[in-house]
């Protein structure tokens, strides 16, 4: 079992900034991905960006391209995401996730979840 437990949502104007955090209980195989996703109310659940073990990250949101970063300290086992120039739109409960293996953008690839941390950008 891994446990992820997310930090750092809140509430922020538009272009502001804020830092999530995802702290992993244990890996269970080096090679891991730890991934960003988000649901807004209404809509489905959205990869945002991922990141490898290895080092190798991805972006799933062309909105989030130039705006959000997505980083990892493996010996922390914890997952980053630095979100600058906030936007109403990226509103959303926000999630981390993990899985064994490469990366994937489709929350049904993932096995384990947080809990989410909510974000909510005012205009």
């Known amino acids: 079992q891994v446990q992820l437990v997310e930090s750092g949502g809140g509430s922020v104007q538009a272009g502001g900034s804020l830092r999530l955090s995802c702290a992993a209980s244990r890996f269970t195989y080096v090679s891991n991905c730890m991934a960003w996703f988000r649901q807004a109310p209404g809509k489905e659940r959205e990869g945002v960006a991922s990141?490898?073990?290895?080092?190798?990250?991805?972006y799933y949101i062309d909105s989030v391209k130039g705006r959000f970063t997505v980083s990892r300290d493996n010996a922390k086992k914890t997952l980053y995401l630095q979100m600058n120039n906030l936007k109403p739109e990226d509103t959303a409960m926000y999630y981390c996730?993990?899985?064994?293996?490469?990366?994937?953008?489709?929350?049904?690839?993932?096995?384990?979840w947080g809990q989410g941390t909510q974000v909510t950008v005012s205009s």
């Open positions: 996730a993990y899985r064994v293996g490469i990366c994937y953008s489709e929350a049904s690839s993932y096995n384990y």
């Open positions: 990141s490898h073990y290895g080092g190798s990250s991805a």
